[in-house]
Each structure stands twice: as structure tokens, then as C-alpha cells.
């Protein structure tokens, strides 16, 4: 099992752009939230997608939007790209809780650099 | 509001014990967890307690939850230079909730 995967590892994109980041969850999970990591901070909610629609979203500007797919992988989209969207962008897949049983692995993200 | 503190730096000996402190404000926060974060890798849910709970132990891990102060720490045991990493503290109010994280106290360990 290749854990959750992310693609691309690293992207610089130019100011006003548009970008596409692509997550794969663990396999058996079907849950994908994103998460956006500024340097020397700590994650931030984006938006959670839960058999393929937008369950919960934080505050983001809908330059932010996603997708999830049949088989749960999802993407990120980001448009009008500004200098402040730079950041580590994370995925993180669960499968919700069991009991008091809770499974979430973080991919090891995508560096976007915005010039 | 949500807000999840935590102090951003601790030098801790090998062999020591660390603990690191995080303090939260939302009272209706249900679910506490602790992540460890280290260099060029992805975040690693290390552990989780309910507000329930007061102690929560796992092998070198030990978690600890004052409620009504809305004080949350993690003691890591026996601290091993493959301890030094970042640890999040984070929230949320509801299973499946958006999770709210803390900026992170970077672990470092002293020879």
C-alpha cells in the first residue's frame, strides 16, 4: 500500500495563474481533506470532500476550489494564483472514526512557489 | 473563536523526558490530537483524546488533558534524537470536524 500519495512534489507557477495539485488517499479510506501550510505555521483547513462532495470548508477564498472522484482521489484547484498562495499544500485521507478507533495519514504534500 | 497556542521552541536531553505544552479556546472542542512533523516528510497523527478523558497513555506517549483550563500537553518518555521534529497540537469539535492546528513547537535534542 503506497499510503496517500501527492503529485507534483514541487510546482512554481507565476502570478495569476491557475494550478491543479492531485491526491490519492490510502487505500480503504474514503475521506480527503486539504490543507494549506505557510511556512513556520501550521496546517490550515481548506476544504474536506466526502463521497465526491464538499463536506466542510474553511476560510478560503473560492479561488480554492476541489473535486473528489469515484474512487476517492481529489484535487485541488487554485486560480488568479497570488504571491501569498505559497505554501506546502497537504492531503490527508480517513475514513472517519470507528468507535473510538480514528485513521488519518497526511501525504507528504506539494511545494508551490508563486513568482 | 478557534485557536489552538503552543510555545515555539523546547531543548530537551537525550535520555530526558520532553513535554510539550498547547493551550486551546474553544470550550466545545471534543477531539485533541498531537502530530509530529518531521523534516522534508509529511504530518503524523502520533495521538488523540476526547475532552472526556483526563490521561491518555500510548508506549513512550503520554497525554494529558485539563479540561476546565483548556490545557493540553504531551510527555514523550525517555526523549531520543529521533524525537527532534515539530509537534501540532490541534482540535476539533466533531468527528470528521475540520481540525484546527497550533503553529507547532519545534523539539530539539541536546546531546
Known amino acids: 500500500d503506497a499510503g496517500v500519495t501527492q503529485s507534483p512534489t514541487h510546482l512554481i507557477k507565476t502570478r495569476g495563474q491557475q494550478v491543479t495539485l492531485r491526491c490519492s488517499p490510502k487505500?480503504?479510506?474514503?475521506?480527503v481533506s486539504w490543507y494549506q501550510q505557510a511556512l513556520g505555521q501550521g496546517p490550515q483547513f481548506i476544504f474536506q470532500?466526502?463521497?465526491?462532495?464538499?463536506?466542510q470548508r474553511g476560510n478560503f477564498p473560492d479561488r480554492f476550489s476541489g473535486h473528489q472522484f469515484p474512487n476517492y482521489s481529489s484535487e485541488l484547484n487554485v486560480n488568479a494564483l497570488l504571491l501569498g498562495d505559497s505554501a506546502l499544500y497537504l492531503c490527508?485521507?480517513?475514513?472517519?472514526?470507528?468507535?473510538?478507533?480514528?485513521?488519518?495519514?497526511f501525504g507528504p504534500g506539494t511545494r508551490l512557489t508563486v513568482t | 473563536g478557534e485557536d489552538v497556542e503552543q510555545s515555539l521552541f523546547l531543548s530537551v536531553r537525550e535520555g530526558d523526558s520532553s513535554v510539550i505544552n498547547c493551550t486551546y479556546t474553544?470550550?466545545?472542542?471534543?477531539?485533541l490530537y498531537w502530530y509530529k512533523q518531521e523534516p522534508g516528510a509529511g504530518l503524523q497523527l502520533l495521538t488523540y483524546?476526547?475532552?472526556?478523558?483526563d490521561m491518555k497513555q500510548d508506549q513512550r506517549l503520554t497525554v494529558l488533558l485539563n479540561k476546565k483550563d483548556k490545557h493540553l500537553s504531551l510527555r514523550i518518555a525517555d526523549t531520543q534524537t529521533g524525537d527532534s521534529a515539530i509537534y501540532f497540537c490541534?482540535?476539533?469539535?466533531?468527528?470528521?470536524?475540520?481540525?484546527?492546528f497550533g503553529k507547532g513547537t519545534r523539539l530539539h535534542i541536546l546531546p
Open positions: 483524546i476526547f475532552s472526556n478523558m
Open positions: 474553544d470550550s466545545s472542542s471534543t477531539y
Open positions: 490541534a482540535e476539533s469539535q466533531n468527528r470528521d470536524d475540520k481540525i484546527i
Open positions: 470532500y466526502y463521497e465526491e462532495e464538499e463536506r
Open positions: 487505500s480503504g479510506h474514503d475521506t
Open positions: 490527508a485521507s480517513s475514513y472517519g472514526w470507528t468507535g473510538e478507533d480514528y485513521e488519518q495519514y
